[in-house]
Structures are given as C-alpha cells and as structure tokens.
C-alpha cells in the first residue's frame, strides 16, 4: 500500500511539474494583455485633451498600440499560426482605421490618394497574415530544412547527439528571430529620424516585416536598409506606406 502511495504520489509531483511552465506562461501572456488593456486605457483619456479629427486620430493610434502590444504578446506566449494570423489581422485592422483617420483633414484627390494608400497597406498586410497562418509561422514547429542533420545512418550513441544538435539548431533559429526584432526596434529608436515612427516589427525565420506608415519614401528605405543591416537577416518586406 506504502509503495502504491509513493506511486501516486511521485505522479501527482511530476504532473503538476509539468503544468508548471504552462501555467507561467499564460499568467505572462495574462500580465502583457492586461497591460496593453492598462495603457490604452490611459491613452485614450489623454486624447480628450484634442477635439475633433485630432481626437479620432489619437484614440485609433491608441488602439493601434493596443493590438500591437497584444500581437507581441501573442507572439511570446501563443506562437501558433493561428494566434499569429489572428493577432496580425488585428494589427492590420487596427493600422486601417488609423490610416482612415488621419486621411479625415484632407480634401479631393488629396483625401481619395491617402484611402487608397491605406486600403492597399491594409491588403497586404492581410495577404501576409493570411499567408503565415497558412505556411505556420512557429518557426520551432517548422525550421529551415539546412538547419537539421540527418541523424537516421547513425549508430545509437551519435544519433542521440545528432537530434540534440537538431533540437538545439531549432531552439536557435526561434530565439534568433527574437533577438532580431529586438535589436531592429532597438536600432529605429536610436535613430532621430524614425525613432517617433510608427513601425511595426515582425521576424520569421530571418525574414523581417516591417508595416506601418511613415511620413516620406526616404524613411521607408531608411527603416528597410536599417532592419537589412541588423545581424541574421536573410530578407526584408517592407510593407511601409507614406501617410
């Protein structure tokens, strides 16, 4: 009976080891939303001090912000396509609003040039949401065919090596592709000319998306020739408008 408990009890131990990090990581997904819910919040109070078009434009890039930080947090806590596709629907949604008001204050063929501007960045943000939830955007589910050795001729020992090489090259490319929006992000803020832009960030396997709407075609090629010169990037698609 002792040894059934001992059973038992060394079950119950492992399987609540195991949900352990699950649990760590929805309470972190939970905090980031919350957070970005917090902040938009706060934003969105901040924006009574306009009026009119102005405010428009306040409260959506306010909401903007909103789906962006939700799309980061997605992208640590639910790396899935399906959450990624979701979330980048969101962000381009929320970017198509945005986009619409600021064309508010404009006039004629001015004001038509400026919504269809928008409508396009919308279309193809969403084709390359669409995409990645079609392909898998989990780039630890899916890595590069060249990244894996072929473990199978091996004798027991070496393929055991072999497959922790090919885990360990999959666990690299996944935390390389955060490292690189990071050191991207990083890299726009230094920058005095992009630093106050609304760029947004993604990386896929070292394929970089930027989106987004910035002022003049001279900073959409800045950010693209910025983000080409960060280490691991193998591409750049850049989906930046000129608002």
């Not at 279309?123 to 060249?146: E, F, I, M, S, Y």
């Not at 960030?201 to 950010?223: D, H, I, Y």
């Amino acid at each position: 009976m002792n040894k059934m408990i001992a059973l038992m009890l060394a079950a119950s131990a492992s399987a609540l080891l195991a949900a352990a990090p699950a649990y760590a990581q929805d309470a972190s997904y939970k905090s980031l939303t919350d957070k970005a819910t917090a902040d938009y919040k706060q934003a969105k109070v901040a924006c009574d001090a306009h009026s009119g078009n102005a405010k428009k434009v306040c409260v959506e890039e306010a909401k903007v912000a909103r789906a962006k930080a939700e799309s980061d947090a997605v992208a640590q806590y639910r790396n899935t396509p399906r959450e990624l596709g979701k979330a980048r629907k969101d962000v381009a949604n929320a970017e198509y609003d945005m986009a619409k008001a600021k064309c508010g204050d404009r006039t004629g063929t001015d004001k038509t040039t400026c919504m269809n501007d928008a409508k396009a960045a919308k279309t193809a943000a969403l084709a390359d949401a669409n995409t990645g939830a079609r392909a898998g955007t989990n780039v630890a589910q899916n890595p590069p065919a060249t990244m894996k050795e072929n473990c199978d001729a091996m004798d027991a020992t070496a393929k055991a090596a072999c497959m922790t090489r090919n885990a360990a090259s999959s666990t690299k490319v996944a935390v390389e592709d955060s490292v690189i929006t990071t050191k991207i992000k990083a890299d726009l803020v230094k920058d005095n000319d992009l630093k106050a832009l609304d760029v947004h960030v993604e990386t896929v396997n070292g394929v970089v998306m930027l989106s987004g709407f910035v002022p003049s075609q001279a900073q959409v090629k800045k950010a693209a020739d910025l983000a080409r010169g960060v280490e691991g990037v193998t591409d750049v698609k850049n989906g930046l408008k000129v608002k």
